[in-house]
């Protein structure tokens, strides 16, 4: 009876401990999975700043500091250059920039959007993973300001998102936040 | 309970709590590691925009060459409202070639300027470095 007792209790014991295993195992992959889809979007925020940067940094070419920016809200930026974004270089023909969030059809879900004359750019026009975007604008002196002629560089707050690995897991969240100068306003004297 | 199976027993603890522990610091390096990425993209653009102010403010004349180095050695600590966190930074600014080699003794009218700019927060397994050499030109004050 006592060997019968003993071989039972080794029985759960050791069933307890391969569940404790298994549970470890899980909860591995688990996290490391999170983990890969997490540096994937953090590549992607790098990626979605340094375009921000690129982009704002080229606008007003060709146009007075005060005339370079047509719209400056807090979701959205409009501006004017010369720059020609899609062939990446300088055109003959004024372009209208606009970068803003925007709704793309299922199963896109949204995007933040750069078009140029309400095209978007061929290289990275969309950027995906953005759930949140926030513009808040600086004169030249780096105060606040509203008003679309004094703007002189723009801080963008990224909210990204990711949906996890498991479909019942939580979604991955990151954000970040980028001030880019309108160095061709600066280059004009600002 | 034999001596034996006391020590077999005693041996089974640690072996698992030896796996556990190894888990879970497998999920915690995940994990530190996560936040390192993070903070590290975060700070590279803050210290990359300090390059890019020196710049913006040197093209409208707004700061003069030789001013670089005394309004750039200094510390700033930023408080980011959207992203949360304190970000230290350190800016220096010296003479240097036009390499980027520190000058050992100031040159007369040297028109190369090394700035530094090392950014820190909670989290970060190290400093962010960027540095860039600003030359004087005839567009500058």
Known sequence: ?190 | MNMMEMVLALFAVVFFSTVAIMYNQAVWDQSEILIHSNKYVQSSHLTHSVLDEIDARLFSKQLAFANIKTQYNTTRSLILTHTGGTYNMQISAVDCDSLGVVLATPVANNIYTLVTVQTNTAGLRQPVVLRRVYTKTHLNL
């Open chain 1, 1 to 190: 009876m006592n060997v019968i007792i003993d071989v039972l209790g080794s029985v759960i014991i050791g069933s307890m401990l391969l569940l404790m295993m298994i549970t470890f195992q899980y909860g591995m992959r688990e996290s490391a999975d999170r983990a890969l889809y997490t540096k994937e979007m953090i590549n992607n925020m790098d990626t979605a700043a340094t375009k921000l940067n690129a982009v704002i940094a080229l606008a007003g070419i060709g146009f007075d500091p005060g005339a370079t920016v047509i719209y400056a809200a807090q979701d959205s930026l409009v501006f004017r250059t010369y720059w020609d974004y899609q062939n990446d270089r300088l055109g003959f023909t004024i372009n209208t920039l606009s970068i803003r969030l925007a709704n793309l059809p299922s199963p896109y879900g949204r995007a933040l959007t750069i078009r140029q004359n309400n095209v978007p750019l061929n290289d990275l026009g969309y950027i995906f993973w953005i759930d949140g975007l926030q513009f808040k604008y600086y004169d030249r002196n780096g105060a606040l300001t509203t008003q679309a002629t004094s703007v002189r560089s723009a801080e963008s707050w990224l909210t990204f998102f990711r949906n996890p690995p498991r479909a019942d897991g939580r979604v991955l969240r990151s954000r970040l936040q980028v001030r880019c100068y309108f160095m061709n306003a600066y280059m004009r004297g600002a």
